[in-house]
């Protein structure tokens, strides 16, 4: 979404709001509005104060035109075209359907058109190539066809080109390559074909943003993006490109390069080569060049790419050799994948200095020797591949250290001796793969405690004795595969209450005894092998709604059937009724006996254990005195998945502009729990990640008991290879400010009484003054609103979300940009920053100001009733200080004349009524607030108040209160 506040042009613009009018209004008659968010554009009004229109203030022609995420659908009316003073198109996130008209390309004042998000399709009109101005021009996610018109090379000051996600067909045009203003290029997830131009990058001068993933391209990539020198993401992966590793001099900036799945080959020289080629690439963290043709040894001098490394993949390739010595330079490695090669040798022992590791893939290759302890030092471990390798020894207990371990796949190797039941204290593990292996002994009963395990297949080993009966508390089992071991005694009795399970193969194997009768409530089942036992009695099946082809039962010669599709399609004998009585009888008496047996044991344990039992309770849930000691000061993606329940929608607690914020539930390293925040970014956005950066670099050094509390972050990869960032925060109970002032329903939301709101209103003042004239170089917020201040439990404010926020270079005025361009809040962002003012105290004072009275008169500066010129200031400034009862918010007054007049009815029958003076006295408190609000409101900056002086006034005004 694009920001409604740019730069406007104020030449030649001329009184023709009519026609302006008629063009929204025709606009608006063919659109389904299912939120009424355009029930304001009447035609009695000026479209100068409809919702989403911003208007110059010469001529009140209308400049911008912002809708985005209204889940407004119909198509566009060519009319929009007469709009001919417009900046800004912003239409992004709706449900709009049918072509572009042609007549957009009339718009020749454009600067930025974002059509992104919904259902458009049919050709881009080349009309579009006559919006000279146009700087962003953005199509992504829709469901555009043929090809990119070439004229679309015409925009020279086009910046910002992303039409990524549609079904583009053929050739890339060469035009667009010579746009030198060209910063960003994103045509990923389309159909493009053809070879890219040998000169691919010699005019892209500005080019910092480059994908074309995911289409077919074909040919050698061209060295020459090398000249695109200011390059710092490349994406090139999932196309067709061939030939040689390209190579990549003289990109200094660059930190992202995927060249995966394609048909790049290599041998150990051209490896070389373009290693080389990336040894001043300093800033590189990201390098995927797996699913290639890439032959040869991997050279030693890939220990020459930068230490920034985070992931390096080079799996499903043809790589040989001896994996190089070298890797201990990568410490804030995150993601390692050498998986399907043909490496050979041992593991470097120094990959165990890589602590900040979370993903290791080398599965597939022939790796041999034993599996050190080096796995113990990783304790950040989530996924951890060894398997169809020729890794021979024990299985190392050390594994017990990676505690938010998600997936361990250990298969296909030559493993001798016991599963260690320290695998099993693994609580977070999702996956486990010990299969064709050679271990023995008995399955631990330590599995029982598994309840995230989704995934167990131990088959193919020498296992043996009972199948622990404690595997039926693995709740969130989906595959269970013990086949082809020398596990005995029958079938846990409860296993059918995985109600999850979809396979099921425990085949080739000693079991004896009946088949569960539990196994019928197997609604999900689709693979059900139990053949090569000893099992005997009636198939339960007949409750299982499934293929029956599925289920293999034979080599067990005692089983039976007395439904006959079931014994026709099994191969099994018909059960006859005597049979049946006779076999169960036995089975039934034995299990009553234990049963009560059992019974009468639980009754005992429990009379002589629950006084330990509740003492032990009442220490367990005992409050932390320290609640985040043990917290370790980086965390990775998996104990974030953890705390959060795999980001539980039960979990979500609030969302804005650049991602989610959860509660979750951290364990520490003391044994205590404390239940913290975690606002998850989403890095699809395009300046999310900018957003997480500033907020890291502001929160990093600022200390304010009013100012959020960030704990540690999280800047990693998640399951599926992608990158991760997130903050963990202190929880605040009260939620925001926002939703204190402006509850849902009348019950919802807790009522802030007088004292509370300008008890807020000073934690809040509080805090800016810090930020404006403590802190050295000053920070500007950029974003102050209600939703963005949080209350804890004991209703202090916290200004929080600092995604927006700058600093104030005083004294290098080079390095403070301008507002054109920049997110915020409607209603609260300072009227100067419309015009391209640059970011200043005197803009965060407004959106105090106007803060300040929203909390004293309960309305939103966008409520409905502000139209036809009159916004939140005009009406609190038309009111008489003497009036101030009008404009309040009404529950505060109703709040003081309940709450004094029972309490004063002494006082009035001796002749003194307080209740008068406490009302009189609210109303002074609230008028001097509403003044200081209008003192930081004001629209001229010169004349605002600073914030300590808007702070030293509020603390004034709460000891005349209090001394009252």
């Not at 190579?247 to 790049?264: G, H, K």
């Not at 139990?530 to 039962?553: A, R």
Request: proline share 4%; aromatic share 8%; net charge neutral.
């Amino acid at each position: 979404m694009l920001s409604c506040f740019l730069l406007p042009h104020f030449h030649d613009i001329e009184c023709n709001t009519d026609s302006d009018r008629d063009a929204l209004l025709s606009f608006k008659s063919q659109l389904s509005d299912p939120k009424n968010s355009l029930s304001g554009w009447t035609l009695d009004s000026n479209p100068c104060i409809w919702s989403g229109v911003i208007c110059s203030q010469v001529g009140e022609r209308v400049q911008c035109l912002g809708l985005s995420g209204l889940e407004l659908s119909g198509k566009l009316h060519p009319r929009l075209s007469n709009l001919t003073y417009l900046n800004l198109l912003d239409l992004s996130h709706n449900n709009f359907h049918g072509e572009i008209p042609h007549e957009f390309g009339n718009l020749h004042r454009l600067l930025a058109l974002d059509l992104s998000s919904n259902n458009l399709g049919g050709k881009v009109p080349s009309s579009l190539g006559n919006l000279i101005s146009i700087e962003n021009l953005v199509l992504a996610r829709n469901r555009f066809v043929g090809e990119i018109p070439t004229e679309i090379g015409n925009l020279r000051t086009l910046s910002y080109l992303e039409l990524s996600e549609n079904y583009f067909s053929g050739e890339f045009p060469i035009s667009i390559s010579t746009i030198s203003s060209l910063e960003s290029l994103s045509v990923s997830k389309n159909n493009l074909s053809g070879k890219l131009s040998q000169n691919f990058g010699h005019a892209l001068s500005s080019l910092t943003f480059l994908s074309l993933a995911f289409n077919s391209f074909d040919g050698v990539i061209p060295n020459s993006i090398s000249n695109a020198s200011n390059l710092q993401y490349i994406d090139l992966a999932n196309n067709k490109f061939n030939g040689p590793l390209p190579l990549f001099n003289n990109l200094l900036n660059l930190t992202y390069l995927a060249l995966d799945n394609n048909f790049l080959s290599s041998t150990t020289s051209l490896t070389l080569q373009f290693f080389d080629s990336l040894r001043n690439s300093t800033l590189l963290n990201m390098l995927r060049i797996n699913d290639n043709y890439l032959a040869g040894e991997l050279p030693s001098s890939f220990a020459n790419l930068s230490s920034d490394l985070k992931l390096f993949h080079v799996g499903h390739n043809w790589l040989t050799g001896n994996i190089p010595h070298g890797i201990k330079k990568f410490q804030n490695l995150l993601s390692l994948s050498f998986e399907n090669n043909c490496f050979t040798g041992e593991l470097p022992s120094e990959m165990g200095a890589l602590q900040r590791l979370q993903d290791i893939d080398v599965h597939g290759n022939r790796l041999s020797g034993e599996i050190s302890n080096i796995f113990g030092n990783l304790t950040n471990l989530y996924t951890l591949a060894m398997g169809n390798n020729q890794f021979s020894g024990r299985i190392p207990t050390s594994l017990r250290q990676c505690k938010g371990l998600f997936s361990l796949d250990l298969r296909m190797n030559r493993l001798i001796g016991t599963i260690p039941k320290e695998v099993f204290q693994l609580s977070s593990l999702a996956s486990l793969y010990l299969a064709k292996n050679s271990l023995h002994g008995s399955l631990p009963n330590e599995v029982g405690t598994m309840t995230q395990l989704e995934t167990l297949d131990v088959s193919g080993n020498q296992l043996s004795g009972n199948i622990p009966k404690e595997i039926e508390s693995c709740f969130s089992l989906k595959t269970l595969v013990m086949a082809r071991n020398k596990f005995s005694g029958a079938i846990p009795t409860n296993l059918g209450n995985l109600a999850y399970l979809q396979t099921l193969d425990l085949s080739s194997n000693n079991l004896i005894g009946l088949i569960p009768v539990s196994l019928e409530k197997l609604r999900h089942i689709q693979t059900l092998d139990l053949s090569f036992n000893q099992l005997e009695g009636e198939i339960p099946i007949n409750g299982v709604s499934m293929n029956i082809s599925q289920f293999h039962f034979r080599g067990n010669n005692q089983l039976c059937s007395s439904n006959k599709e079931i014994m026709q399609n099994l191969g099994v004998l018909l059960c006859t009724v005597g049979k049946r009585k006779k076999k169960i009888l036995v089975p039934i008496i034995l299990a009553v006996v234990v049963a009560t047996a059992l019974l009468i044991s639980m009754l005992l344990l429990f009379w002589t254990t629950t006084p330990r039992r509740k003492k032990i309770n009442e220490r367990k849930t005992g409050v932390s005195v320290a609640p985040f000691r043990g917290l370790p000061q980086k965390i990775s993606y998996g104990d974030i998945r953890i705390a959060t329940n795999n980001f539980a929608a039960e979990n979500l607690i609030g969302k804005g502009s650049f991602g989610s914020v959860y509660k979750g539930v951290f364990s520490f390293s003391t044994g205590e729990t404390a239940t913290l925040a975690v606002k998850v970014l989403e890095l699809q956005q395009s300046k999310a990640s900018r957003s997480f950066n500033t907020e890291c670099e502001v929160l990093k050094n600022v200390r304010h008991r009013n100012l959020v509390k960030v704990i540690t972050s999280c800047c990693s990869i998640d399951y599926k290879g992608q990158e991760f960032k997130a903050l963990v925060l202190q929880l605040m109970p009260n939620g925001n400010l926002d939703v204190s002032l402006h509850p849902e329903n009348e019950s919802g939301g807790s009522f802030l009484n007088l004292l509370q709101r300008l008890n807020i209103a000073i934690d809040v003042a509080s805090a800016m003054d810090y930020l404006h004239h403590d802190c050295d170089p000053p920070i500007l917020h950029c974003d102050l609103k209600p939703a963005n201040v949080l209350l804890d439990e004991t209703m202090v404010a916290h200004v929080a979300d600092f995604g927006l926020s700058r600093f104030l270079y005083q004294n290098r005025p080079e390095r403070q940009s301008t507002t054109l361009g920049m997110k915020g809040s409607i209603g609260y962002i300072a009227p100067e920053y419309g015009f391209g003012s640059k970011a200043s105290t005197e803009g965060d004072v407004y959106s105090f100001g106007i803060l300040l009275l929203e909390m004293f008169t309960g309305k939103r500066p966008t409520d409905e009733m502000f139209k036809e010129g009159l916004n939140l200031n005009k009406f609190v400034s038309s009111m008489d200080e003497n009036e101030v009862v009008k404009v309040a918010d009404r529950r505060l007054i109703e709040d003081y004349e309940y709450s004094t007049q029972s309490s004063n009815s002494d006082d009035r029958s001796s002749g003194f009524d307080s209740n008068t003076h406490w009302l009189h006295k609210a109303e002074e408190c609230i008028a001097h607030v509403l003044r200081v609000g209008l003192s930081c409101a004001t629209d001229q900056p010169k004349k605002r108040w600073s914030m300590r002086e808007a702070s030293s006034k509020l603390q004034a005004i709460k000891h005349s209160m209090l001394s009252f």
